[in-house]
């Protein structure tokens, strides 16, 4: 991981910001490449990326509903296309070709929470499959000791969520994007794309 951000989010507050928001100006940032979000589920992902992408006026794509609605649909197929924030599902960094397309092609920003934050957030959302299980907080905390690595390895940026209300979060993300560089060998590999 190049960088890392201590700072604080909140849990998604609302999934309701599509559309670009015209009392705020778009944000520029001074890298071309799409941004991918990874991390656990109840890390904000997908309101963080909803919040992001209107502020820059890019699409937003929330690669877990993708995947409810085209079964089959590839993480690749995602990761060509310029001018997106998406918002991977929790494990598709388990598979090293899916890394290998985040990392190259797009800035990896790596949402952290520690497990108990995640449990918070998550404790009473039925849609879980991994968390049905006679202790889900032990659960969680086995998949974020396994995953977490691997969003390291992953990521460009690191970005710890807390508490803070989403237009905070996301102004200071976006901060923190516009100040990211990407490394010479980032910079070659998306231009041989």
């Known amino acids: 991981m190049n960088e890392s951000l201590l700072s604080s989010a909140d849990k ?5 910001v599509d559309e670009p928001d015209m009392a705020q100006p778009l944000v520029c940032l001074p890298f071309q ?22 502020r820059l006026g890019w699409e937003f794509v929330d690669l877990d509903h993708e995947l409810e609605s085209r079964c089959g649909v590839l993480l690749d197929e995602y ?4 001018g997106i924030v998406l918002a991977t599902g929790g494990g598709a960094v388990l598979a090293a070709e899916n890394r290998q397309h985040l990392h190259e092609r797009g800035v990896v920003v790596y949402l952290r929470a520690n497990a108990d934050e995640l449990f918070r957030r998550v404790a009473r959302d ?17 998949l ?12 460009h940026l690191a970005f710890d969520t807390g ?5 905070q979060t996301t102004r200071i993300l976006l901060q923190r994007l516009q100040d990211y560089t990407a490394s010479p060998a980032h910079q070659d590999s998306e231009q041989s794309d």
């Not at 990761?79 to 310029?82: C, I, K, S, V, Y």
């Open 144 to 155: 974020l000791e396994q995953r977490e690595p691997l969003y390291d390895e992953v990521a």
């Open 79 to 82: 990761t060509r296309q310029p």
């Open 163 to 167: 508490s803070l209300p989403i237009t």
């Open 126 to 142: 039925r849609n879980r499959p991994l968390l049905q299980t006679d202790n889900p907080r032990q659960r969680l905390k086995e």
């Open 12 to 16: 998604p507050q609302s999934d309701t």
């Open 33 to 54: 490449q799409s941004i991918y979000l990874v991390g656990m589920m109840g890390a904000g992902k997908t309101t963080i990326g909803r919040a992001l992408a209107r």
